[in-house]
């Protein structure tokens, strides 16, 4: 049976949209809603169907990208690391090939097996040649575009192939700039133990300066008293001269007055030498 003949044979009213079909003269029936019974209406006019239309949900952009966002996202790797993490990287890596990969193929439900197996047996053979020629013609362009996509998939793995040798050559010139780090570190090193080295010469000459001249300070010191106490001898002992001079002095000038008196050389009217 042709889809002509069946649309001719079916005896219901014709559906339309929001759940409603069309009764005779034009009325709106209300499909029935679960358990409630479907009533009859009166016929929508071109406004109030406008209006619904414009209040249907329309999808967007960014819902639909959100939505393939959502799809990728529950999709897991087929390859994990060695702590069960999923691998990330090219797509081809995460679901296969998108032409011939496990996600590639639609599952058809039961009821649609069941339509196509009934729509085939209404075909005449003229028909099913006919589709069976457009079928070949399309298998032909998918079977273009899916070697086409093992083009890619080399593509990309030469990509991924090219990006690895990348981070090879950048880790051989940091394991060579490493190499030059310790050796320039053991040089410094080195002269930082030979400076220590002289420090340490240094500071033993700079003790034993700093001991000498302490040494030299306290001799010094002792010279300095000594020089003290003999200039307050000094000045002791010439008190006592100048002392003995000025009585020596006075002794002479005392004695020779007296001798002379004694003598009888002297001026002096009454003798004052007395000789025991």
């Known amino acids: 049976m042709s889809s002509e003949n069946a649309n001719a044979g079916h005896l219901g009213p014709e559906p339309t949209t929001n759940g409603t079909s069309e009764g005779p003269k034009g009325a709106i029936r209300r499909e029935s809603s679960g358990w409630l019974p479907a009533v009859d209406g009166p016929p929508a006019d071109d406004a109030t169907q406008r209006e619904r239309k414009s209040k249907s949900p329309t999808p967007t952009r960014e819902n639909a990208g959100a939505t393939s966002l959502r799809r990728t996202e529950s999709r897991r790797s087929l390859f994990t690391n060695q702590d069960g993490q999923p ?36 075909l005449s053979s003229r028909q099913r040649s006919k589709i069976a020629k457009l079928e070949a013609k399309e298998g032909k362009r998918l079977s273009k575009i899916i070697k086409n996509e093992g083009r890619t998939e080399k593509r990309a793995l030469d990509v991924a192939i090219n990006e690895l040798a990348g981070l090879q050559q950048m880790q051989a010139s940091l394991v060579k700039n490493e190499a030059d780090a310790y050796k320039s570190r053991s040089k410094v090193q080195t002269e ?9 010469d240094a500071r033993a000459k700079h003790e034993a300066a700093q001991a000498h001249l302490a040494a030299e300070d306290e001799k010094l010191e002792i010279i300095k008293n000594k020089t003290k106490e003999a200039t307050e001898k000094l000045q002791e002992k010439s008190q006592e001269v100048d002392s003995l001079r000025r009585m020596l002095g006075v002794d002479e000038r005392e004695r020779a007055q ?10 002096a009217t009454s003798p004052t030498c007395v000789v025991s």
């Open 87 to 122: 691998i990330e990287g090219a797509p081809f890596i995460t679901t296969g090939a998108g032409t011939s990969g496990p996600y590639s193929n639609a599952k058809a439900s039961e009821e649609l097996e069941s339509r196509a197996a009934s729509a085939e047996e209404s």
């Open 192 to 200: 930082l133990q030979k400076e220590e080295a002289r420090l340490l």
């Open 258 to 267: 007296k001798l002379a008196e004694c003598t009888g050389k002297s001026d």
